[in-house]
């Protein structure tokens, strides 16, 4: 599987982190950072790519290239409403406009709170367009005990998503 990640604005990067640590390690992950995000130094035993938000030229920006998935975790307002308006102007922004062209799985993780009328607006609209809006939110059913099991839960439920196995929580029976 081929799989992006893109890391946009500052808040909630310690979700994206261990979205990747946890990833398994057949996947072929390519990552993007936009300039207010974290850069990501490395990880081991990961087959791992880093590319820069300003190359939009990059492997990944084509749909030839053929990405089974796309998340932008944390997903900034601003990238929101770029990809809501079909600006491509980087390479996170045009990743997302080529999964919606290629017609792949596309998963927004927006982080603000709370949410603006534009912002649901912008939301409700990539929605109808098959794009997956799914906000970090705790499932208070998880029965988590600790802030890591809340956060195992809400990577688990994006891995479900995804199609990537995982034993981040326990399921329902």
């Not at 994206?16 to 207010?36: A, G, M």
């Not at 059913?141 to 809400?154: A, C, G, Q, R, V």
Request: net charge positive; charged share 20%; aromatic share 6%.
């Amino acid at each position: 599987m081929k799989l992006v990640v893109a890391i946009t604005g500052a808040s909630g990067i310690e979700l994206s982190l261990k979205f990747i640590q946890n990833l398994p390690k057949d996947i072929d992950i390519h990552i993007i950072t936009s300039n207010n995000a974290l850069t990501v130094n490395s990880f081991e035993n990961k087959k791992i790519t880093l590319h820069k938000n300003s190359n939009i030229a990059a492997s990944i920006a084509s749909g030839s290239f053929q990405v089974d998935a796309t998340i932008i975790l944390p997903c900034s307002m601003n990238t929101l409403a770029k990809i809501a308006c079909g600006i491509a102007d980087n390479l996170v922004t045009r990743s997302a406009s080529v999964a919606l062209k290629e017609q792949k799985k596309l998963l927004l993780a927006p982080r603000e709170l709370p949410f603006s009328a534009i912002a649901l607006e912008n939301m409700e609209k990539l929605a109808k367009l098959g794009v997956i809006i799914a906000p970090p939110v705790m499932g208070y059913y998880s029965k988590s005990e600790t802030l890591e099991d809340i956060e195992n839960f809400i990577i688990g439920k994006w891995y479900d998503i995804l199609n990537i196995k995982h034993t981040l929580y326990t399921r329902w029976s």
